[in-house]
């Protein structure tokens, strides 16, 4: 008897195969007996009708409760009416009964599927949102790789913040200094440029703001890329391609993913680059118009990234924002008052998924900054240090790999795109 996975079912009609797997719902008519069947590859409809099995086979199957583990012998058939496959049931082996299910088919609120999350993600919405982000993360190493990027680690442990604005978590490093959980590696991997001269790093960081907004993790997994001699118009051009690339895959590899999640894919096939740009003044003079209350020096809020993106089935750059509220590695323009920066915002009301900038690459005007951001200079003599020995032209770009997969997925809070959410309020199970 073959051993086959649900995924491979279509390869093997009409043939007796094994399968194992769990029995995620079941249903009975009293001589027939359907078992929604699940594996980790995808999901099948086992049939047991007791009037082709023996009687041993028939009282196995009365035995079987939601989450029972089974392995299943039997032959693959094609749905009469679909394109989907069934195994109707010759023998049958108990792995283990499972217990009563506490997550039922009953609503439930998102304190108990939370607490219970080491179980909801067997539900199919969780399964498919995972397995959606394991294509997300393959394209975006697949897209690097092809671009010339080398993946670099940088520390989670770090002695400082990235930025100065952020709340970092601080313990004990051993009984000598403080140290920081990383907010970002974005620094670290800049240092590696000048050897590689593109390159990512691709991790957990974490971030202690006091914020329970649907956007906002403790922990999260952040993808950041480096490139020499790239500047902020092709720094762009890498990050709308990026994105481009990734829903292609998405909608390639998980057209069954998205259908349980009743994603609608019109808006995801219009992604295709280039994506719309308006500079951070044009943003305002807009959001003022759409009646939005934002100062020409203010950052955007959700409502107005919403109302920025409304009209346009595209993603948009947000750029050269006041350099005054944004981080102090960030290039300035000639005017010394914009920042070559970006923020590339999801249309949907998905909001920012990007953040990236042209790097300063000159050494007394980061020194300068440093002085200005009023961070420790000792802490950054290294990082000032990139500026004097061949410094060069560089951007760079971060992407939140939950918000990225939350807007794919069309889920409503990020807490659902990662498997074990940390937030404010939760950091169990």
């Given at each position: 008897m073959t051993k086959i996975t649900i995924s491979k079912a279509a390869e093997f009609i009409g043939q007796e195969v094994q399968i194992n797997g769990w029995v995620y719902n079941l249903r009975s008519s009293g001589s027939i007996c359907f078992l929604q069947l699940r594996d980790g590859s995808g999901f099948i409809q086992a049939i047991v009708n007791k009037a082709?099995?023996?009687?041993?086979?028939?009282?196995?199957?009365?035995?079987?409760?939601?989450?029972?583990?089974?392995?299943?012998?039997?032959?693959?058939?094609k749905h009469p009416k679909k394109e989907e496959y069934e195994l109707q049931v010759l023998d049958i082996k108990l792995v283990q009964i499972s217990q009563e299910y506490p997550v039922g088919k009953k609503e439930h609120g998102p304190d108990f599927l939370l607490d219970m999350r080491h179980l909801w993600l067997r539900a199919p919405s969780q399964w498919a949102i995972q397995r959606i982000r394991n294509t997300v993360i393959n394209g975006i190493y697949e897209f690097l790789n092809k671009q010339d990027f080398i993946k670099i680690d940088s520390p989670i442990l770090t002695p400082n913040a990235c930025e100065g604005t952020t709340e970092l978590f601080e313990i004990n490093y051993f009984d000598w200094t403080k140290a920081y959980l990383s907010q970002s590696g974005q620094l670290y991997i800049e240092a590696a440029?000048?050897?590689?001269?593109?390159?990512?790093?691709?991790?957990?960081?974490?971030?202690?703001?006091?914020?329970?907004?649907?956007?906002?993790?403790?922990?999260?997994?952040?993808?950041?890329?480096?490139?020499?001699?790239?500047?902020?118009?092709?720094?762009?051009?890498?990050?709308?391609?990026?994105?481009?690339?990734?829903?292609?895959?998405?909608?390639?590899?998980?057209?069954?993913?998205?259908?349980?999640?009743?994603?609608?894919?019109?808006?995801?096939?219009?992604?295709?680059?280039?994506?719309?740009?308006?500079?951070?003044?044009?943003?305002?003079?807009?959001?003022?118009?759409?009646?939005?209350?934002?100062?020409?020096?203010?950052?955007?809020?959700?409502?107005?990234?919403?109302?920025?993106?409304?009209?346009?089935?595209?993603?948009?750059?947000?750029?050269?924002?006041?350099?005054?509220?944004?981080?102090?590695?960030?290039?300035?323009?000639?005017?010394g008052k914009v920042a070559l920066c970006d923020d590339l915002i999801a249309p949907e009301g998905?909001?920012?998924?990007?953040?990236?900038?042209?790097?300063?690459?000159?050494?007394?005007?980061?020194?300068?900054r440093i002085k200005e951001h009023k961070l420790p200079l000792g802490e950054f003599q290294w990082y000032l240090d990139l500026r004097k020995y061949g410094s060069v032209p560089h951007s760079g770009f971060g992407i939140g790999l939950e918000r990225l997969v939350g807007w794919i997925c069309g889920t409503h809070h990020i807490r659902e795109t990662i498997p074990f959410p940390r937030m404010i309020n939760r950091i169990r199970p």
């Open positions: 082709e099995v023996k009687a041993e086979v028939w009282e196995l199957a009365e035995k079987i409760t939601i989450e029972t583990s089974v392995e299943l012998l039997g032959k693959i058939s440029i000048f050897a590689h001269g593109r390159v990512f790093d691709f991790g957990p960081v974490f971030r202690a703001e006091k914020s329970k907004t649907r956007r906002h993790l403790t922990e999260f997994w952040m993808m950041d890329a480096e490139a020499a001699f790239v500047e902020h118009q092709e720094n762009m051009n890498i990050q709308e391609n990026l994105i481009s690339f990734v829903i292609q895959k998405v909608l390639e590899q998980n057209q069954n993913e998205l259908a349980i999640l009743e994603r609608n894919t019109e808006p995801l096939k219009k992604i295709k680059a280039p994506f719309g740009r308006m500079t951070h003044a044009e943003a305002v003079k807009k959001l003022n118009k759409l009646g939005s209350d934002i100062k020409e020096n203010d950052d955007l809020g959700a409502d107005d990234e919403t109302l920025l993106t409304q009209d346009s089935e595209v993603p948009i750059f947000v750029e050269k924002w006041p350099a005054q509220i944004k981080a102090f590695y960030m290039k300035r323009d000639t005017s998905f909001g920012e998924i990007i953040g990236g900038s042209q790097r300063e690459d000159d050494y007394e005007t980061l020194l300068q």
